[in-house]
């Protein structure tokens, strides 16, 4: 079942703040999020294990609601180089390692 | 330099005609995974391993196959290949312990 992510796409100024979601209808064991930027292959940001917790590094950090099954990731003072494609896979409880990935939020930052 | 190699990266091919592509990783990962990506769908998981000889489908499983005899090598096969399998394919791996994926560069496959 694959997660829902909003947006599908968001454009930034340098500087400002966004917040990408991604909930599940099943109960999720782990919520993984990538970036993709044009042409790439997508690159691990991080990972969310299920108990309810926040993770970040930088200025993006991302936070795992159990009981709502949601996921959100949270960019801070955005950068140039933060553009892309967002992606959150998560693991349903029980799933083994099973992934699935939303269909992803671009993120444009303009100057 | 730890990385997951793909080939070939481009491929243009008929309906019909058998193709594999490969997937190698130097990293030692227990866990193996194909996906294919396509605009607006994300990338949806084709197959994945958890170890030699152990594999399983993923969500869109049809029309493919794949083999773990070594831990290091993952090939995916097309046996009759048809052009709604034209995809960009994604191969990676990951530690079982540590979750974090590692992608190969792609293949982009067309399927006349």
């Known amino acids: 079942q694959q997660p829902v992510q909003s947006p599908q796409a968001v454009i930034l100024r340098e500087g400002e703040d966004a917040v990408i979601n991604c909930s599940s209808s099943?109960?999720?064991?782990?919520v993984h999020w990538y970036r993709q930027k044009h042409g790439e292959a997508p690159v691990f940001l991080m990972i969310?294990?299920?108990?309810?917790e926040q993770k970040g590094h930088d200025k993006i950090s991302a936070s795992f609601n159990e009981k709502k099954q949601q996921s959100s990731l949270y960019l801070t003072a955005s950068q140039l180089s933060y553009s892309g494609t967002y992606f959150c896979?998560?693991?349903?409880?029980?799933?083994?390692?099973?992934?699935?990935f939303g269909s992803g939020t671009q993120l444009t930052v303009l100057p | 330099e730890a990385q997951v190699t793909q080939n070939p990266r481009y491929l243009i091919t008929v309906t019909g005609k058998k193709l594999t592509v490969t997937c190698s990783q130097n990293?030692?990962?227990?866990?193996m995974s194909w996906y294919r990506q396509d605009p607006g769908l994300g990338l949806r998981q084709i197959y994945y391993?958890?170890?030699?000889?152990?594999?399983d489908k993923g969500d869109v499983p049809e029309g493919y196959k794949v083999s773990r005899k070594e831990k290091r090598n993952f090939p995916l096969i097309l046996e009759s290949p048809s052009p709604n399998q034209t995809s960009l394919y994604f191969c990676?791996?990951?530690?079982?312990?540590?979750?974090?994926?590692?992608f190969g560069e792609g293949s982009r496959l067309t399927v006349l």
């Open positions: 896979g998560t693991e349903l409880s029980g799933s083994a390692r099973q992934l699935t």
């Open positions: 990676a791996s990951s530690k079982l312990a540590t979750g974090e994926l590692f």
């Open positions: 099943k109960a999720l064991y782990s």
């Open positions: 969310l294990l299920k108990g309810g």
């Open positions: 391993s958890m170890n030699v000889e152990v594999t």
């Open positions: 990293m030692n990962h227990e866990y």
